[in-house]
């Protein structure tokens, strides 16, 4: 049990790092963030992020749940 989650923990960890990474940048810099741009990027105006914002969320939950079972498992 303990080998499956430590591999489905560093299998969701790599995942994740790669759809992190590969998503498209919706700042527009420190300026934005600090009131000097526009002053509905620090919320964000578009909540819908697409598939790939919507796989982050499924892996990071897959990594959190993963993380928990190792705990409370050991």
């Known amino acids: 049990m303990s080998t499956l989650l430590n591999v489905l923990l560093f299998l969701s960890a790599f995942i994740l790092i790669v759809l992190v990474l590969?998503?498209?940048d919706r700042s527009h810099g420190m300026?934005?963030?600090?009131?000097l741009g526009a002053s509905n990027t620090i919320f964000g105006i578009n909540k819908d992020g697409g598939p790939l914002a919507r796989?982050?969320?499924v892996v990071a939950t897959l990594f959190?749940?993963?993380?928990l079972l190792?705990?409370?498992?050991?």
């Open 64 to 67: 959190i749940i993963c993380s």
């Open 31 to 35: 300026t934005a963030s600090m009131g």
């Open 22 to 24: 590969i998503q498209p």
């Open 55 to 57: 796989a982050t969320e």
């Open 70 to 74: 190792l705990y409370l498992t050991r």
